[in-house]
């Protein structure tokens, strides 16, 4: 491992004069390239100096331990020793999962799509709810919504919603969340005061540069309409909603959001990418499932992932048993707790794998 983290040390410093040499900086792809190389290194760079650090202050310590010391001081330095060792241990495995290959995917923007299923207007409502409290988290991170396309009911649910999360680490942060979301309280639209049990499902897909997936122009048909709101009734005279098919996969995506036919094909061209990515990325994956199948989920939108329970301001995750009895918070966008602790398991999960190699 130290061999590796000394060879990582000297890549950053060789990026580090690269990235300030003035020829390079002369190339912008160039450097655009050794900055994004040199930012991708800089937190291991940084917490191996640091252990490399507690090490020396360590042997430091051991060394003073050997010399005749006062009671007092030796007491003193015995007790900053034990403080450097627990450290030593907490940044060997901070650097254990640094280490970890990277999701190619982690850095991108995320395309979101939120669906009302088993509950009727109740579950179109929650579905509300949910789009809510993913544009919440967005915004305490500081990410960018871009809304693409939005299906509404008459009582302000939401029958279907995709939009984009523009943001560093969007996906890295939120593609443990694609799954069956699944709701318990007395509906709004109950007077009886039963408790009901609705569902919606998320999808989470990386967006896709252009690069990464062809498409043939051949290979779709596009359709422009009117654009509608909610109820059905037509908010726009004019043919600005755009409505593309993939022929090959019959995907089919719409846009409507935007009074531009240009921006809206635009858009759905970004959301039939990410799909397509997704496709080709889940076939990849189905080959290898038996090895890759992680405690906290597949991935798979027919899962059923986390419950939302009213009656007890409950919010349970059944991939990882954690229950937390904040749910009000969790619907403004607190998910930083659920988030985290499924990196956790997820990276103890791919150490432990690492370990039995």
């Known amino acids: 491992m130290l061999?590796?983290?000394?060879s990582l040390e000297q890549r950053y410093e060789e990026l580090?004069?690269?990235?300030?040499?003035?020829?390079?900086i002369n190339d912008r792809a160039r450097w655009q390239q050794y900055v994004k190389a040199h930012a991708e290194l800089e937190e291991i760079v940084g917490v191996y100096r640091e252990y490399k650090k507690v090490?020396?202050?360590?042997?430091?310590?051991?060394?003073?331990l050997r010399e005749k010391l006062e009671p007092d001081f030796r007491e003193l330095v015995e007790t900053e020793l034990e403080a450097q060792e627990e450290k030593k241990e907490e940044l060997e495995h901070k650097l254990k999962v640094l280490l970890l290959p990277r999701d190619p995917n982690d850095e991108k923007n995320v395309i979101m799509e939120i669906r009302a299923g088993t509950g009727g207007e109740e579950a179109a409502l929650f579905a509300a709810d949910l789009f809510r409290m993913?544009?919440?988290y967005a915004e305490r991170q500081g990410w960018k919504i871009d809304l693409m396309n939005t299906s509404y009911t008459d009582l302000g649910g939401i029958k279907e919603v995709i939009f984009l999360i523009e943001g560093r680490g969007a996906y890295s942060r939120l593609k443990f969340e694609s799954g069956v979301h699944r709701v318990q309280r007395v509906p709004t639209t109950e007077s009886g005061g039963r408790i009901h049990t609705s569902a919606a499902t998320v999808a989470v897909l990386p967006e896709a540069e252009e690069v990464e997936v062809e498409i043939n122009p051949n290979d779709l048909r596009i359709d422009v309409f009117c654009s509608t709101g909610p109820g059905g009734q037509s908010v726009?005279?004019?043919q600005s909603a755009v409505r593309i098919t993939h022929l090959p996969t019959g995907i089919v995506v719409s846009c409507q959001d935007e009074k531009s036919q240009h921006k809206n094909k635009e858009k759905a061209m970004r959301v039939l990418r990410a799909r397509l990515l997704d496709r080709l990325q889940e076939e990849q994956q189905q080959k290898i499932a038996s090895a890759r199948r992680s405690m906290v989920g597949t991935g798979d939108r027919s899962e059923r992932i986390r419950t939302y329970n009213f009656p007890q301001n409950r919010v349970t995750d059944h991939r990882i048993g954690l229950t937390i009895h904040r749910l009000e918070e969790v619907l403004m966008g607190e998910l930083d707790e659920i988030i985290d602790a499924l990196v956790t398991t997820d990276q103890a999960r791919r150490l432990q794998q690492v370990d039995n190699a």
Do not use: F, G, H, Q
């Open 3 to 6: 061999d590796k983290l000394d």
């Open 134 to 136: 993913y544009t919440r």
């Open 16 to 24: 580090s004069n690269l990235i300030a040499d003035p020829e390079v």
């Open 55 to 64: 090490c020396r202050d360590i042997r430091e310590a051991k060394d003073l």
């Open 236 to 238: 726009n005279t004019t």
